[in-house]
């Protein structure tokens, strides 16, 4: 079925303290509203929950909503702040993050924070509703140009939608090299559920200390105690003590898993975390795009997130040591770079469905931990 698609074009005026429905589509509607930050806000609202979007402030996915359910980490902030500094505002379910650098920036590194695009000011925001081969649907999108002279110039073009009666959401990212040289590109779609206490880990990547490692050099604002120490050494030689949510275990400030993912026939790698109920949340990315896994624990009394995978292009420990292990893609002059994901919530038939699928990938039979 060809897409038939109206684009809509944002402008700041649109938004004010008080929410405006801007859109109805349906069972699909777009309001706009103003934080009491001043941050910009977009909701996209279908009959199964609601997406918050912050349109001009790095196009994050501020929180995700589905069947009841808060998806969105615990964080220390109750709304976005006006900046540019990552860990200042550090609140979201979705941060795109690059795309000129990753990670924690290395003592030779100039980089911040995983780079440019978590707060970048979008210069140009715009909404698309439609019709596709899935049903009606509802998104934003928008352009941020990125340019430093004699070092960089590109387009990010990230992209949401919102199908109607769908209890999961697809997001996208664009970058186009405008200069006539070749560009590096790093890129992590940093991405923050909030976990369960008995919930469990459930993905397509086999559960070794081969194929799930812990990571041993810390970063900076790390200061481990000695039990902390201990427990990253028992995860190094058994990750799967990770994979469930005990109450009481600690991930406190955080702990950082790589892995290597395997992908069904389509070239989907899939990650759940199903609740005690039987229902999960559930991401799903291509290997082939993001080639690198990430996973991020961090259990604390003020912040409680599960990246239960950060679909990626390199590790990180900022450019300089990723450049050094070969995980900088090339985007050559004029040229693109792309991905695509999904991620939401399962009911438990579903998710009884996708373990075994899971299973069947890895190849032993059962995904379950």
Not at 4 to 16: D, K, W, Y
Not at 119 to 127: G, K, T, V
Request: hydrophobic share 40%; with cysteine; glycine share 10%.
């Amino acid at each position: 079925m060809a897409t038939t698609e109206t684009c809509i074009h944002l402008v700041p005026q649109l938004f004010a303290e008080r929410e405006r429905t801007l859109i109805e589509h349906g069972p699909l509607s777009v309001s706009t509203f103003l934080f009491d930050s001043g941050v910009c806000g977009i909701r996209l609202k279908n009959e199964r929950g609601e997406l918050v979007l912050l349109p001009y402030l790095g196009q994050q996915v501020w929180s995700a909503e589905f069947d009841g359910r808060n998806l969105t980490m615990k964080s220390m902030f109750a709304e976005p702040r006006p900046t540019s500094h990552m860990l200042a505002t550090f609140g979201a379910f979705v941060v795109h993050c690059g795309a000129t650098a990753i990670g924690n920036p290395a003592k030779e590194d100039t980089h911040p924070l995983h780079g440019e695009l978590p707060n970048a000011p979008y210069q140009e925001a715009f909404l698309v509703t439609g019709h596709d081969d899935r049903g009606s649907y509802i998104g934003l999108g928008g352009h941020y140009q990125h340019t430093l002279a004699f070092s960089h110039n590109y387009l990010a073009t990230p992209l949401v939608k919102l199908h109607a009666a769908a209890a999961h959401f697809n997001l996208g990212m664009t970058i186009t090299n405008l200069k006539n040289s070749p560009m590096d590109l790093m890129y992590m779609a940093h991405i923050n559920f909030r976990p369960v206490d008995d919930g469990r880990l459930v993905y397509s990547a086999p559960c070794t200390a081969q194929h799930v490692r812990v990571r041993a050099n810390l970063p900076g604002h790390v200061r481990p105690s000695p039990a902390y120490v201990k427990f990253i050494q028992a995860l190094q030689q058994q990750p799967e003590k990770a994979d469930r949510f005990t109450p009481g275990l600690a991930f406190d400030p955080e702990v950082v898993f790589y892995l290597d993912y395997l992908a069904d026939e389509a070239g989907w790698a899939h990650t759940m975390q199903v609740y005690p109920d039987g229902t999960a949340d559930f991401i799903r990315h291509k290997p082939a795009q993001l080639d690198k896994g990430v996973r991020w624990i961090c259990r604390t009394p003020d912040q409680d997130a599960l990246g239960m995978i950060l679909p990626a292009t390199a590790g990180p420990e900022g450019y300089t040591v990723e450049k050094a292990k070969g995980y900088i893609k090339t985007v050559p002059a004029g040229g693109t770079w792309q991905f695509a994901l999904t991620m939401g919530v399962l009911g438990a038939e579903a998710a009884v469905k996708m373990e075994e699928k899971i299973g069947q990938i890895i190849g032993n039979g059962t995904a379950g931990r």
